[in-house]
Each structure stands twice: as C-alpha cells, then as structure tokens.
C-alpha cells in the first residue's frame, strides 16, 4: 500500500509541477490520519498541498485552487480523495 501511495505523491507532484511551474511544491500523503473514514474505503487518499507558483499572482484563492484542481482531476475521485491546499504568489511568502 506505501508503494500505491507513494506512486500517487509522484504523480500529483508531475502534474503540479507540469502545469503551474511551481517555485515551492510539498506534497504529503495523509491518508494514515484518514483510516477507516467513508472517503479512504474507496481506496482514494488524502494529501496536503503547498505550492507557490508565478502562476498565482493576482488570482484569487478559489481561482488558484481551481488551478491546482484542473491539474490533477485525472485523479480525483478515484485516488484523491481529499486535496488540501495551500496556494501562494512568490510574492506572498
């Protein structure tokens, strides 16, 4: 199960990393914290994202999200159950 995990970290990173160029990314699987929740017995996970992105200047919160969203929506819902982010502009950290 680490390895699916794993696999799934590396993909959300390559598809972060592929469309919004981020200058700062972290992904962290937290599925543990999530076991025996409804969303986990459909095998989907849970992860946390920090990403900082030239890309995020001048956008709104929920635009950024949409952003990171639309970059992985191959996966949610079926491996990503929950995705938290935290989304900034270089020039907000």
Same mark, same amino acid.
């Given at each position: ?9 590396? /993909?959300? /990173?390559a ?6 160029? %981020? ?8 599925? +543990? ?6 969303? +986990?017995?459909s ?6 994202? /920090?990403?900082?992105?030239l ?20 996966m949610m ?11 900034? +502009? %270089?020039?907000?950290?």
């Open positions: 199960m680490n390895q699916i995990r794993d696999t799934r970290v590396a /993909r959300i /990173r598809a972060l990393e592929t469309r919004l160029a %981020p200058v700062e990314l972290v992904v962290d699987d937290d599925s +543990a914290a999530h076991a025996g929740h409804a969303g +986990a017995a095998g989907g996970g849970h992860y946390n994202v /920090r990403i900082v992105s890309q995020f200047e001048g956008l709104k919160l929920v635009t950024r999200h949409r952003l990171v969203y639309d970059s992985v929506h191959d819902h079926k491996e990503i159950h929950a995705l938290a982010i935290t989304a900034l +502009a %270089p020039s907000e950290i």
